[in-house]
């Protein structure tokens, strides 16, 4: 006896979601209205301390921030930011926490679906950004 033919089942496959697509980078400096201060009343660092309180520094946090553009819904993700940093710190210094940053935003990046192709390895000095309120 023959078999009758089977009949096959077509199902659509899903509608493909549309990748991530990053929009802009930065990196903010802003104000840390909430700094910790205790530790410039220690022995030693009265100059320091003299220095904070004429203005001569504040202390900001450190972010990185992208616009991203999921399922054609602007978003804007960032980085868990970096809260009581010297305003007068090194550049050395400043470029390890700003590079800190852009690390933990790029794997948040990466998680959302923007294609590695989109994000830059090292962050360029031109997004930052310093506000002041």
């Not at 991530?20 to 910790?36: G, K």
Request: charged share 35%; proline share 7%; net charge negative.
């Amino acid at each position: 006896m023959i078999d009758p033919p089977q009949r096959r089942r077509v199902v659509a496959a899903p509608a493909r979601k549309p990748p991530a697509e990053l929009r802009s980078v930065r990196v903010i400096f802003e104000p840390d209205q909430d700094a910790n201060t205790s530790y410039l009343k220690h022995e030693g660092l009265e100059e320091r301390l003299a220095e904070y309180k004429k203005g001569a520094f504040n202390f900001v946090c450190v972010r990185a921030e992208a616009e991203v553009l999921i399922e054609e819904i602007p978003q804007t993700l960032t980085s868990g930011g970096m809260p009581g940093i010297e305003s007068d710190s090194e550049d050395e210094y400043l470029d390890e926490i700003i590079d800190g940053e852009w690390k933990a935003l790029r794997a948040v990046l990466k998680t959302v679906g923007v294609s590695t192709e989109q994000l830059p390895l090292d962050f360029d000095r031109a997004w930052i950004e310093w506000r002041t309120e």
